[in-house]
């Protein structure tokens, strides 16, 4: 149980182009989302937390109009690179945590976004 | 906002030894400390946590102790074996489940067979 899937897995677009990931809890409602991002050899970030039906709430430096978070439904939350440039090339990892439930994170496996 | 500082940045062990993970953290209302095993390309895989009205917890060969007056916490591995290879993130939190982890530097654990 407490599966979280990610989609795609990874992708490659251009420079000034706009990429959508998706991350879905399959088997549980989760009412808070977070998105991360993780260069290489280095920690995961948080970007943002966010929560159905809500605005989602960003981490300082993180600029909102370039990363666009959803959160539509218990299940589903997607972020979009706009106007993506190379240094947005990154591994992106969204975590779910069980409505009702206390304290664990479940991971999705991650996305790798390429900006050429 | 929390701060989290992990020691060592990488650590290498021989097969069958022990190793230790070292983290701080410096939010006093932080009370939930997972740890999280990730290997090159996937998601982070949490392998044990403790919660602030524990001091010590103990899972198979992996152990996590916790002092909040210190506020630091450490991971122990004895026994170590090659696939225990892989990077190490302690990371703190508020608990709750809406709370924000924040994750340490990481720990990149080299076990030599």
């Known amino acids: 149980g407490a599966v979280v899937s990610q989609h795609p897995s990874w992708v490659i677009c251009k420079s000034g182009t706009s990429v959508k990931i998706e991350c879905r809890s399959l088997d549980f409602q989760a009412t808070t989302m977070f998105w991360y991002r993780q260069f290489p050899k280095q920690s995961l970030m948080l970007m943002a937390t966010s929560n159905e039906g809500s605005k989602a709430t960003y981490e300082q430096g993180v600029e909102k109009d370039k990363f666009l978070i959803n959160h539509a439904s218990l299940t589903l939350s997607t972020l979009t690179v706009t106007s993506a440039h190379p240094e947005d090339s990154s591994f992106y990892i969204c975590?779910?945590?069980?409505?009702?439930?206390?304290?664990?994170?479940?991971f999705g496996p991650g996305t790798r976004l390429t900006v050429t | 906002g929390e701060n989290v500082e992990q020691h060592p940045s990488t650590l290498s062990v021989q097969e069958g030894d022990s190793a230790v993970i070292k983290c701080t953290y410096s939010?006093?209302?932080?009370?939930?400390f997972p740890w999280y095993k990730q290997e090159l390309g996937k998601r982070p895989q949490l392998i044990i946590d403790i919660r602030s009205n524990v001091g010590e917890k103990k899972d198979q060969r992996i152990a996590v102790t916790l002092n909040k007056t210190a506020k630091h916490f450490s991971l122990h591995i004895t026994e170590t074996q090659p696939e225990d290879s892989a990077v190490y993130f302690c990371a703190a939190s508020r608990g709750g489940g809406y709370q924000k982890v924040t994750f340490g530097t990481g720990t990149k654990l080299q076990v030599i067979p």
């Open positions: 975590s779910a945590t069980i409505a009702g439930a206390r304290d664990e994170q479940y």
């Open positions: 939010d006093s209302a932080s009370n939930y």
